[in-house]
């Protein structure tokens, strides 16, 4: 099967401006990604997790057109992916949404750029929104709902333009875990009812686990694709919760084990840059610009 988004032997890389005293600086280079070779099929739920710091979301940018890799190249459709497109949609984990905008004029906004008149634009948002549940909020604005409403109205934005594919980076970390379980199986039945290729970025194993057809482990920085698990279960709509299936126990261990010692050389490397970072009390670090 020929592959909707094609990762093809990207590199990223950073230089760092420090500051060592007396007016001294230098730019230290940092590889944030490494070689990172992904195919993502028509459909897919893939989701990639890794400890903090291996580069998950800078992936996510350079497949939003957000930014551009220093080497390698990424193809949507067979198609070099140049810069930010509305085949695209894209669900941060803050949910920025206009807050001068209510639900229903937050979920315009893609339809607006893409010309659509106002009463279709209308029928459309309203779909979307009862698809995510917020029927009869559409009046309502961002300061008058729940985190997990803004985050459903922000979904409901990056569906409602049809976009090919939906990018999620950690859509659901500032949650709390019940609305976080509920959004999971919120978003797995939009998923099989509109049948989006989806990435999805997470450092949680469980989640990763509960909601990807196929888990892409990342090792710590620079990050590289470690394995890919493959998640055999054919539907998650059902009724029964399966995260106490034996089946999803031994996959969650299988990822754990994979992912514990890039943990250990994540934390690593946190302590090291920490005291680089900050002997006798100062940051050098003054800020970062892309490599290539």
Partial sequence: MTAKISIQHVYKSFRVQRNLGHLKEEFHPISALQDIHLDVRQGEFMVIVGPSGCG??????????LSKPSSGRILLDGKPIEGPNLDRGIVFQQYALFPWKTALA???????????????????????????????????????????????VAIARSLAYDPDVLLMDEPFAALDAQTRETLQSELLRIWEATGKTVIFITHGIDEAVYLGQRVAVMTSRPGRIKRIVDIPFASRSGEEDFRSDSAFVKLRHEVWDLLKDEVSKAQEQEKSNSLEAFPGGRSPLKGAVADG
């Fill in 56 to 65: 998950k979301s800078t992936l996510l940018d350079l497949l939003a057109g």
């Fill in 106 to 152: 937050n979920v315009e906004f893609g339809l607006e750029a893409k010309g659509i008149g106002r009463r279709q634009r209308r029928k459309i948002v309203k779909e979307f929104l009862e698809l995510v549940g917020l029927a009869g909020f559409e009046n309502r604005y961002p300061h008058e709902l729940s985190g997990g409403m803004r985050q459903r």
